[in-house]
Nanobody
Framework: VQLQASGGGQVQSGGSLRLSCVPSVRVSAFNDMGWYRQAPGKQRELVATITSGGSTNHADSVKGRFAISRDIAANTLYLQMNSLKPEDTAVYYC???????????????WGQGTLVTVSS
């Protein structure tokens, strides 16, 4: 399984970007999909997730500004990012997961990352 992320770039504080992630298989094949980010010198952190049923979860730091969504017809995962701040600067990674009957059957897949830079 491959995940192709795109949409990163450089934007000024207060601006918007939309990230996209296209998997090599149907998005409906995954139990969960999400976006994570890693800023320089920091650990990777969760940004937002969406379940196969469409339930979403967003980190407190992005609530009200970012929105994760999934278009099954387009086979694409999105992250709409509004009101961007310099502290949102990071490499953003797309994640997709399948869950088996026990943890040993769980699988996680990662995209290559796309860089978002927010200048003040």
């Amino acid at each position: 399984v491959q995940l192709q992320a795109s949409g990163g770039g450089q934007v000024q504080s207060g601006g918007s970007l939309r990230l996209s992630c296209v998997p090599s298989v149907r998005v409906s094949a995954f139990n969960d999909m999400g976006w994570y980010r890693q800023a320089p010198g920091k650990q990777r952190e969760l940004v937002a997730t969406i379940t196969s049923g469409g339930s979403t979860n967003h980190a407190d730091s992005v609530k009200g500004r970012f929105a994760i969504s999934r278009d099954i017809a387009a086979n694409t995962l999105y992250l709409q990012m509004n009101s961007l701040k310099p502290e949102d600067t990071a490499v953003y990674y797309c994640n997709a997961a399948t869950r088996g009957p026990s943890p040993k059957y769980d699988r996680d897949y990662w995209g290559q990352g796309t860089l978002v830079t927010v200048s003040s």
